[in-house]
């Protein structure tokens, strides 16, 4: 039902039932919030977003209060603006006096505020919040002392992620947002996936850095340091260069990357293709075998690492395969040194990924063979514009260059990687040729695309059917793991991404992303596939050679040997 509110004298229509925020946003109207999240049950916790209601004696939070037939609102009354502005000077009145150093700087939502409200004094003097520095996660860096209590990330960990890492410590002025018994974060169920960066307004939570280490490298004549990027990275990097969502730059990344001085730059995508061969041999194995079904995908680390803490029973059902940066860093420390006569102690292989929990992936012992591990370091996308800005790289002044063969060459189908449901379609377009010999009847598959939390297809090759799920955040997924715990599951295949729209809404990826950019960063993906000439990963030549000439066959002792691990019950110490 419709109906009409008064707001700053103005008549405007608003449904019955709807918050005062919502229905100001639909008209043009912005109302300041630090706490309030979309499609988050809203708290009215921080106050920024008060307004005053005629015949209210207090200031009313917008983003709880419903609105109500002929409301009368002043959203910027004098009274409101001194409100808002003395809750952000609260707020600056012992935050650390830091922002030239901080990790947001320019890109934080405290500093926009105190902009936006002409906040140019120190009105209230307050004692400095003071805590150290929690290093101690190989992917996250927590900083208390400028966290200014939103909740937004405690949220996203427990209503999105059911992860339940941190939660509010103590009370009164003494609280603090932290892990139980208030330990370092190496202690908790933190799954390192990022998503609690994403949301966090200030540089309270931020990634590991690891351009310190890449740069030390780089400037190593004894190193040659090679460098492979994400499937999503290349339709997301451009944001932070001020260019609209979705738009592919891989070229211009290649020959940014060659400017600052990699030796070899190539596409993870490449690997893509090599999981699909895997993981598509796999599952044809255990359903004629009669295998540990459903087959469960392994390529999202944080899922990995929440599974072993939370499901150690579904562990054997997980897919033995590694993800495309580990599968392509194995290959870079086994066969291509024998190809390009590299010593592989002296390769330094680095990984540009759209996900934090990739730093904590590539340190994993199981990722570390004969004293080398397949990966030396990972930076994420946000990282990576750091690195291209530090280097004085104009991205609007450079060619598109290729990426270095053998590995620059991949097909569409290990692309769509980075989209949630990407890997479940790539797997569908060349099992009918790995279970018998023939090209797919489809391509596409609509149903596995979008942002939505579950999704299903099947696909008859033979006479055997295969039924496939998509889960996309892992709110999504406790129901289908309860009841594949409990042997009621029908599926064959299961993919899981930890975050919802898979990659290309990484925790390393651009922060302060809106849905439409995450949609239109999939669209872009997508788009390559439909303009791409090798669509099929088992249509990829150099990976046909690499079976040939290294590998052997897919689930063979070769392969398995480099391309494949296990993993095992996690305990959580908090």
């Known amino acids: 039902m419709v109906v009409k509110i008064e707001v700053n004298n103005k ?6 039932g709807e918050t005062i925020m919502s229905a100001l946003e639909s008209v043009g109207i912005k109302i300041p919030s630090i706490c309030a999240m979309k499609d988050f049950t809203p708290t009215g916790a921080c106050r920024m977003c008060v307004v005053e209601i005629e015949g209210r004696q207090g200031l009313v939070p917008s983003c709880s209060q419903p609105v109500n037939e002929w409301m009368k609102i002043k959203t910027h009354s004098p009274r409101v603006i001194k409100a808002r502005k003395t809750i952000v000077e609260l707020l600056l009145s012992n935050h650390p006096d830091d922002c030239l150093y901080c990790e947001r700087n320019v890109n934080c939502e405290l500093q926009t505020l105190a902009e936006e409200l002409n906040v140019r004094e120190r009105r209230i003097m307050g004692k400095k919040n003071k805590y150290k520095l929690d290093h101690s996660s190989p992917s996250i860096v927590r900083d208390p002392s400028k966290c200014i209590l939103c909740g937004r990330c405690v949220r996203v960990c427990d209503e999105r992620l059911s992860v339940f890492a941190i939660d509010f410590v103590n009370r009164g002025n003494r609280t603090i947002i932290g892990t139980a018994c208030n330990k370092d974060l190496n202690f908790s169920s933190c799954i390192n996936c990022g998503q609690c960066i994403m949301v966090c307004p200030t540089g309270a939570l931020v990634e590991k850095d690891s351009i310190a280490e890449v740069e030390d490298a780089l400037h190593n004549k004894e190193k040659t340091v090679v460098i492979q990027y ?12 001020g260019v609209k969502p979705g738009r592919d730059i891989s070229g211009l990344i290649n020959a940014a990357l060659r400017k600052i001085g990699f030796d070899k730059i190539f596409d993870t995508s490449f690997a893509a293709d090599l999981v699909v061969m895997e993981m598509s041999h796999e599952l044809m194995t ?64 680095v990984a540009v990924a759209p996900c934090t929990a990739k730093k904590f992936e590539a340190q994993r012992e199981e990722m570390t063979k004969k004293g080398l591990s397949d990966i030396d370091a990972v930076i994420t996308t946000r990282e990576l514009a750091k690195l291209i800005k530090l280097y004085g790289i104009d991205m609007n002044q450079i060619e598109a260059e290729e990426a270095d063969e053998p590995y620059g060459t991949r097909s569409s189908s290990g692309k769509i990687f980075g989209s949630a449901g990407g890997m479940t379609e790539a797997v569908m377009r060349t099992l009918p040729y790995i279970a018998g010999g023939r090209e797919p009847d489809r391509i596409k598959y609509p149903e596995l695309r979008g942002i939505k939390g579950k999704k299903e297809a099947s ?14 955040g892992l709110e999504n997924a406790a129901p289908l793991l309860e009841a594949i715990r409990a042997g009621n599951c029908e599926y064959d295949f299961v993919e899981i991404m930890a975050c919802a729209g898979g990659c290309i809404n990484g925790g390393g990826q651009p922060v302060g992303a809106e849905e439409n950019a995450v949609r239109a960063r999939m669209k ?46 996690r305990k959580v110490m908090l």
């Open 459 to 472: 696909l008859k090759t033979g006479k055997t059917t295969y039924r496939f799920a998509v889960i996309s």
């Open 286 to 349: 255990r359903k004629k075998q009669k295998g540990k079904l459903p087959l469960i995908s392994s390529c999202c680390p944080a899922w990995v690492k929440y599974a072993e803490q939370s499901y150690p029973e579904l562990l054997p059902a997980l897919s033995t395969c590694k993800s495309p940066q580990q599968m392509l860093g194995a290959i870079l420390k086994t066969w291509y040194p024998q190809v390009s006569g590299t010593d592989p102690g002296n390769i330094f292989s």
């Open 11 to 16: 008549v405007i229509k608003a449904r019955r």
């Open 230 to 241: 994400a499937p999503s990275v290349s339709v997301t990097l451009a944001e932070t260069f």
């Open 524 to 569: 872009a993906l997508y788009g390559i596939d439909e303009s791409e000439i090798i669509r099929l990963a088992h249509k990829n030549p150099v990976i046909n050679e690499l079976y040939r000439d290294f590998l052997g066959e897919p689930l063979g002792e070769k392969s398995i040997s480099v391309l494949h691990t296990n993993y095992s019950e």
